[in-house]
């Protein structure tokens, strides 16, 4: 970690104390060479995103504590350094349904860089314990502006999310359920991402599991024991993923 870097971290709980920001910059003095021009720095992208700074702090989070919610201030993103996290909205009704679940090196909340709207239109929360950067909007404007090689970083994770809602949409539109629930499995476990597949998912309700697919409860029980039968998954608390599973999601 940067000297004099401060690591800060919050109660684990829903109710616990704000993050105080650690008043060390993370920019460091402009290094000269011998006959005193500058020369030139190349922006760490890895560590600045690893690292606490000026308008940036380390946060934890235990198994299902409160990252923001839904009608607080959007004053912030978070970078996820380590853990999943659940995103859901409730209507004004009460119901939940849960949008997505994201995992290590994926931004949260970073729409409120995009608008005007100064309240989260969503409630993140920590689906294991995590580890987050959380990146005031100030700074995290400033640095956007500032360094090309973050904002071709942040604009890829831009895009790639995008990508993922048009998949979701056309999954909804056109598949079973079962083949929903499949490809969220296959979704968690990281299956056709760069490097190994996690395999096993942490564990996760079944309620979870139908608002992500857009089913009932009863069908993802039913849905999960016929896989279990058929050797694509095993589940006991957490959920092992097989490779197998990928032809639910093939067979037309």
Known sequence: ??????????????????????????????????????????????????????????????????????????????????????????????????????????????????????????TATALTDCVLLKIAKAEMIRVLSEEQRFSDVFVSFLLARNSRIQEDLIDQLFNSSEKRLARVLLLLAQFGKE???????PKISQESLAEMVGTTRSRVSFFMNRFRKMGFIDYDGDIKVHSSLLNVVLHD
């Not at 934890?60 to 504590?65: F, I, L, Q, S, V």
């Not at 978070?78 to 996290?85: A, L, R």
């Not at 490097?195 to 998912?201: F, Q």
Request: proline share 5%.
């Open 1 to 122: 970690m940067e000297s004099g870097a401060k690591r800060t971290t919050t109660s684990h709980g829903n109710g616990g104390a704000q993050p105080r920001l650690t008043t060390t910059a993370h920019r460091r003095p402009t290094p000269r060479s011998g006959n005193g021009h500058a020369i030139p720095v190349v922006f760490d992208v890895a560590s600045f995103l690893a690292e606490a700074g000026l308008g940036k702090v380390i946060v934890e989070r235990a198994k299902d504590g409160t990252i923001f919610s839904q009608g607080d201030a959007a004053d912030a993103v978070f970078y996820i350094q380590k853990g999943k996290v659940k995103i859901a909205v409730v209507s004004a009704r009460g119901k939940e349904a849960t949008v997505a679940i994201l995992g290590a090196g994926q931004f949260v909340g970073e729409d409120c860089i995009a608008t005007t709207h100064p309240l989260r239109l969503l």
């Open 195 to 201: 490097g190994k597949p996690e395999i096993v998912i």
